[in-house]
DNA sequence: GTCTATAGCATGATAGAC
DNA sequence: GTCTATCATGCTATAGAC
């Protein structure tokens, strides 16, 4: 092929990995995995097949790869937004529900990657350590919140960073479904108001017959 | 093939499409749509293939008539679980969170309805449809727990409703990836506090300089 | 390491008997 | 309507030249 010729004369060697991982992305992300074909990765790289095996090994380690690489962005980007202490932290998050339930290959490798944790134990891990990750990281950013502003919350640090993450996850979900019913900065309005209200009933927890 | 013939002579001809569906969920639920094959689910149903293709024309026409199916009882169990009130509807929707997230098929399913939904503009339509009507449920259960209570929320019953469904799906999301890290109730219990702060908010926003 | 070519197999769908 | 048999195609992975 004279386009692989052409491309890969651009780029090093060391190049092809990145080069293949993101066309892999973008087939996977259309087809779905197992719609995905190596020929058809291997072309929208502008390689052949082979480069595929003699750095990939399998088909499935390479989406393996893919999804180890998102995730690590996916961590740091979280971690950069909660930098900014809770409420950039948050503004953050309502941001990042926009975005990535706007971007179409985000959310159909979402799909594709959720899909096949469901279905193999080993996937199935590494999506839980990293959601495990940044729940530490939304933990992290609780404690710090409790300690500026004085506010508790009644429930352990863990299972409100748990809240965060699931709501989060649940409005990408609607988003994705229905764009126009999540507006901007309801993220953050009902973290709030939650965090409010949870403050109140613990509260109330202390003083009984109230 | 022995069995088949065994089994459909056991029931009738119109059952081969309960049979085949039933068989369908169980193979596309474990290798997806694109890794399940005609074969193995008309050896499942233990009717030929040929069965498939005289009653659903199409393998993609067998999951679509699927996920309908399910969507159709889906609907049904939620306006089932909202009859009885605003407070025994937030507990249905509790159980379900525990019910559907611990069942394999109903996850694995659910994973590949919602891949394939994104990438096929025909049953994303499908989809969206179906959650609005669940969010449609959802809206009347919030006005009738506004008149039951005289409680007022600041927030349109649709965006409530929303919120309800969305963080449904995503305490599902973590219940199917860690199921220890939600504990039964957390979904009542969450949606309580919500309703708390929300209505303090509202009462808030009464009262400028408060 | 990357190419081309191909092996070896599984797939969705159809034809025609009954 | 359901069966069996088959077609045409597409797939992952490998072999061997360079």
């Known amino acids: 092929m004279a386009e692989a010729r052409r491309r890969r004369a651009r780029g090093g060697a060391a190049r ?16 779905g995995y197992d719609g995905a074909s190596v020929d058809e990765i291997a ?4 390689v052949s097949v082979g480069s595929i ?18 995730m690590e962005r996916d961590l740091i980007r979280v971690r950069d937004g909660f ?3 809770p409420e950039g932290g948050l503004r953050a998050l309502d941001d990042l529900v926009q975005e990535t339930a ?4 985000q959310t159909l490798l979402d799909a594709e990657t959720w899909a096949s944790a469901m279905r ?6 590494l999506l839980a350590e ?21 506010h508790e919350f009644g429930v352990p640090d863990d299972e409100l960073a748990v809240l965060l993450t699931s709501l989060f996850h649940g409005l990408c979900r609607q988003h994705r479904l229905d764009p126009g019913s999540v507006p901007p900065g309801l993220y953050t309005r009902t973290v ?7 403050a109140e009933q613990a509260a109330g927890a202390d003083r009984p017959g109230h």
Chains 1, 2 share one sequence.
């Open 83 to 85: 930098a900014a202490g």
């Open 102 to 105: 706007t971007s179409r290959r």
């Open 120 to 125: 193999t134990p080993a996937l199935r891990s």
């Open 130 to 150: 990293h959601e495990n990750g940044v729940q530490s990281a939304a933990a992290a950013l609780v404690r710090r919140g409790r300690a500026e502003t004085g």
């Open 53 to 70: 095996y003699s750095r990939f090994g399998s088909k499935r380690n390479l989406f393996r790869q893919l999804m180890t690489q998102y």
């Open 43 to 46: 072309g929208a790289a502008g």
């Open 192 to 198: 709030t108001a939650l965090s409010r209200g949870l």
């Open 16 to 31: 092809t990995r990145e080069v293949l991982l993101q066309a892999a992305a973008e087939v996977f992300a259309e087809r």
